[in-house]
């Protein structure tokens, strides 16, 4: 299992941005699939998932109404839509499969992936 982030940057507060994780190794259509971040100093935070690709989707109450979890089945690839960026969303991001959604996302200290990227970083100034 392959998961490789990409489309971190640096933007302005009230700013866009995608990030993107492409997969490969595993039945795309099927795991749990999702995001993570950890600010520099802090605890992983679970960001937003879905059961499936397919499935439901879920947020943490911090996002809710400014990020979107998407999929391309064709492209084998998730992403995540941010808007309205705050400076607290600073953090590097992680992609994750094969995980317990939403539970790992409100509890992610308890999350134990099959899998997880190596992040990318988005840093949102002020």
């Known amino acids: 299992v392959q998961l490789v982030e990409s489309g971190g940057d640096l933007v302005q507060a009230g700013g866009s941005l995608r990030i993107s994780c492409a997969t490969s190794g595993f039945r795309f259509d099927e795991p749990a699939i999702g995001w993570f971040r950890q600010a520099p100093g802090k605890e992983r935070e679970g960001v937003s998932c879905?059961?499936?690709?397919?499935?439901?989707?879920y947020y943490t109450d911090s996002v809710k109404g400014r990020f979107t979890i998407s999929s391309d089945n064709t492209k084998r690839t998730v992403y995540l839509q941010m808007n309205n960026l705050k400076p607290e969303d600073t953090a590097r991001y992680y992609c994750?499969?094969?995980?317990?959604?939403?539970?790992?996302?409100?509890?992610?200290?308890?999350?134990?992936?099959?899998?997880w990227g190596r992040g990318t970083l988005v840093t949102v100034s002020s």
């Open positions: 994750a499969v094969d995980f317990l959604c939403p539970e790992d996302i409100e509890a992610a200290e308890n999350a134990v992936p099959s899998a």
């Open positions: 879905m059961t499936s690709t397919e499935g439901t989707k």
